[in-house]
């Protein structure tokens, strides 16, 4: 036994050893790219693991540490993350950060006027190395060597010409064909060679030019002059911008504090839109769970009365719903509802001689969308209201019934406020749920049909869920994607609310039933 211990004691130490050694290694990495925040979690995250392994005091923790890896794995760091880019303009057009900007920026050039052009053959050798020789104007041929060119005399013996004199070969180099050439076309590209102080890029499939740079960064200023024309462009608002309000593309990422907040506020249209949708989001949750409330508990009030006969089966029947996947559901209420095509439009068409807009007109997909929703979540309340119907006393009944209650007063004095004591926690989790139901939303009728005039992608049935989605990948202005990350954490925040109102509810409950 005590071999064994030892042995495991080895292979442990065996495994943290060679953990730690790719922690030094990622660091490093880290350390190198100036990655300050990812090294920091990393080293952190490894010193705990360390202490947990080797400590003997930590030796609880042992069994916390998975899960509590998880939680900021999957929860608070994906929290932290869309905090930090609600904070900043990150969105089309702002997507990298300065320093690329700058580089990409730099990497720029232009053709000067009086500039110079060269035609080219180029040359491959069996390692896959690409040169070429350039031919000017008057008669000169260079050769590119690394990044720069070289004068050549293409009469020297190494250069082997072909039958109509021109250069085929050289060194362990062959020449390319045009087909060749065309397919090489992205290494020709990246060609940057130094000649006289200037570059020599591609210039077309045929011609290489001599290219000035396009910008300087200028770091003391934080701003980029045009080489060409002289002008200043200084860093403002993520965007390297003229004195006459000209923004060189692309921009940058920055912190812009609560804007993006703000906005919802204070920019009218963002504020309509939101509105809008906000108003829309709380009455489709409201309207499902009322209606599937009550469609469940009058299902599950009428299959608790022991002398309904094939209640079982029925049971059965009614439970289809919630045991059909959700997705594949939806899709089929997509096509039942479909305007020209849908069934239920050819029903209506053959009744009364008209067809319903469902999917087009805002207040018929809405009434769709309840429907379809309610279709899928009844099943859940009626099974929730038999369970809580099962559990309340019968004698409370046969005492009221002595009393002289009638049925309905049986129903609304005895059943209902026991009833609410189990199902209310349960309708306010359903009322979350609703809330950022994005699933049903997107698959039938993905926020459509589009409002005229919105200042955002906010379509007549999109809730906040399914508008935030839009608004980080199809907005007309581009990807916003801190508005975006800004509407999350609002939704967040609302159903963190509702969850608190959530347990409030249920400990008051709770003493009520105690109290009972």
């Known amino acids: ?30 350390l190198l790219r100036a990655d300050y ?52 303009n990150l969105q089309t057009g702002n997507l990298l950060t300065k320093a690329q900007v700058v ?19 180029a040359f491959r050798n069996p390692q896959g190395e690409l040169r070429v020789i350039l031919l000017a104007e008057d008669g000169r041929s260079y050769l590119s060597e690394r990044n720069t060119l070289l004068p050549v005399d293409l009469t020297d013996p190494r250069f082997v010409r072909g039958a109509d004199g021109t250069v ?16 090489s076309l992205p290494a020709l590209e990246r060609l940057d060679l130094m000649w006289e102080g200037v570059h020599v890029r591609l210039a077309t499939v045929r011609e290489f030019g001599t290219y000035l740079r396009k910008y300087e960064y200028l770091r003391d200023a934080d701003a980029i002059r045009d080489l060409e024309t002289g002008i200043v462009y200084t860093a403002r608002e993520g965007y390297f911008t003229s004195p006459d309000g000209v923004r060189i593309e692309p921009g ?52 608790n009365d022991p002398y309904v006969r094939g209640r079982f089966f029925y049971r059965s029947l009614l439970i289809i719903p919630y045991a059909m996947p959700a997705f594949i559901s939806a899709l089929v209420w997509a096509g039942l509802f479909n305007t020209d095509l849908g069934v239920i439009n050819r029903i209506i068409g053959e009744l009364f001689g008209t067809k319903v807009r469902w999917l087009q007109d805002p207040f018929w997909a809405r009434t769709a969308l309840i429907f379809i929703n309610v279709w899928l979540t009844y099943p859940y309340m009626m099974i929730v209201s038999l369970g809580a119907l099962q559990s309340i006393p019968k004698e409370m009944y046969e005492a009221a019934r ?27 989790g359903s009322f979350a749920f609703t809330f950022n139901n994005f699933t049903i939303i997107w ?28 608004l980080a990948f199809e907005g007309d202005r581009g990807n916003q994607l801190g508005l975006a990350s800004a509407v ?8 963190a609310t509702i969850s608190a109102v959530n347990f409030r509810f249920t400990r008051a409950l709770e003493d009520v039933s105690r109290g009972v």
Do not use: C
């Open 168 to 183: 085929v070969a050289f060194d362990d180099f062959t020449r390319l064909s045009w087909a060749q050439i065309y397919q």
């Open 1 to 30: 036994m005590a071999g064994r211990a030892v042995v495991a004691q080895g292979v442990k130490l065996g495994l943290l050893a060679l953990l730690d050694g790719g922690v030094v290694w990622a660091a490093i990495s880290l």
């Open 402 to 428: 002595v009393d002289g209650a009638t049925g309905w007063q049986r129903f609304w004095t005895i059943t209902m406020p026991l009833l609410w004591v189990s199902v209310a926690p349960l309708l306010i």
């Open 252 to 303: 940058f990422q920055i912190y812009v504090g609560f804007r993006n907040y703000l906005d919802v506020l204070r920019n009218p249209g963002v504020r309509a839109d939101f509105t809008r949708v906000f108003g829309w989001t709380v009455a489709w949750s409201f309207l499902t769970v009322f209606f599937s409330f009550w469609v469940g508990l009058v299902l599950a009030y009428l299959l």
């Open 443 to 470: 698959l039938v009728t993905a926020g459509r049909p589009a409002v005229l005039g919105a200042a955002t992608p906010a379509g007549a049935t999109d809730i906040l869920i399914s508008w935030t989605y839009r």
């Open 488 to 495: 999350s954490i609002i939704i967040f925040v609302i159903i």
């Open 37 to 88: 925040i990812p090294f920091a979690i990393l080293t952190a995250g490894a010193f705990l693991l360390n202490y947990v392994v080797l400590s003997r005091r930590a030796y609880p923790l042992r069994f916390l540490l998975p899960g509590l890896v998880f939680l900021f794995a999957m929860v608070v760091y994906p929290i932290g993350y869309t905090i930090n880019v609600s904070l900043t």
């Open 103 to 121: 580089a990409q920026l730099e990497g720029r050039y232009y053709l000067p006027p009086d500039h110079e052009t060269f035609t080219y053959w």
